[in-house]
């Protein structure tokens, strides 16, 4: 069965430092792996996603994520964090055979000024 | 491309009454169509997949005839919440796929419907 786990359900950081939110997965097959963000009371904002090819994959709003299959993890990473990218971060993995897109549990995501 | 619009964005009913939710995808066709429920600080819980022209599959623990859902296009679907109580006020949001890349490999969501059964 796939899972996704996000072990943080928090991360700081101050506005203009590097950020990384942490994403580990279980999946049969080779996955395919998504990154979506949510402000409050809205759906989830397509950020980014790996399906295959290079491991380091560029998203929306200066995001991006690392696939590393030995460690089956996907972190998202920002160089440089913005006050407006504090929101809730949810990784999710889907197994290609299957249809149904599994998430974690989120980590919200606070910049500081 | 590629936009999933949820109607309404809210939406206030009385306990007993039945609501329905609508998902539409405005742009491409959605061969399949997801709906999740969320409860406030949450992940998403994925309730059933539907694809068109044929019956929803529900996950486990989800009741089917409480939580009708309907996709008899390929542009829309619907959720109704029926004989609704104030246990199933939460947020639900719909998602999408289509076919080819990149509508087959990843979902579109829709903006979410907060509901509250008072």
């Known amino acids: 069965a796939q899972s996704v786990a996000q072990p943080e359900d928090q991360v700081n950081v101050a506005e203009g430092n590097p950020l990384t939110v942490k994403c580990t997965y279980s999946?049969?097959?080779?996955?395919?792996l998504f990154w979506y963000v949510q402000y409050p009371n809205r759906g989830l904002q397509f950020l980014l996603k790996?399906?295959?090819?290079?491991?380091l994959v560029k998203g929306s709003y200066g995001f991006e994520a690392e696939f590393n299959k030995s460690q089956t993890s996907f972190h998202l990473k920002k160089p440089s964090a913005l006050v407006s990218d504090s929101a809730l971060y949810f990784c999710?993995?889907?197994?290609?055979?299957?249809?149904?897109?599994?998430f974690g549990t989120g980590t919200r995501l606070l910049v500081s000024p | 491309g590629a936009v999933v619009s949820q109607h309404p964005s809210w939406v206030i009913c009385k306990s007993g009454t039945s609501v329905k939710i609508e998902c539409r995808s405005l742009?491409?066709?959605?061969?399949?169509m997801f709906w999740y429920r969320q409860f406030p600080k949450q992940s998403l819980m994925l309730m059933a997949t539907?694809?068109?022209?044929?019956?929803?599959?529900?996950e486990q623990g989800v009741e089917k005839d409480k939580f009708l859902i309907n996709h008899a296009s390929l542009t829309l679907s619907t959720l109704t919440v029926t004989s609704a109580h104030p246990e199933d006020s939460s947020f639900y949001i719909c998602?999408?796929?289509?076919?080819?890349?990149?509508?087959?490999?990843?979902?579109?969501f829709g903006q979410g419907t907060r509901l509250t059964v008072v």
């Open positions: 998602s999408a796929q289509g076919q080819g890349a990149p509508l087959s490999t990843e979902a579109f």
């Open positions: 999946v049969s097959g080779n996955p395919y």
């Open positions: 790996y399906i295959t090819g290079d491991n």
């Open positions: 999710a993995v889907r197994d290609p055979g299957f249809q149904k897109l599994v």
């Open positions: 742009d491409f066709q959605a061969t399949t």
């Open positions: 539907s694809n068109e022209g044929s019956k929803a599959t529900y």
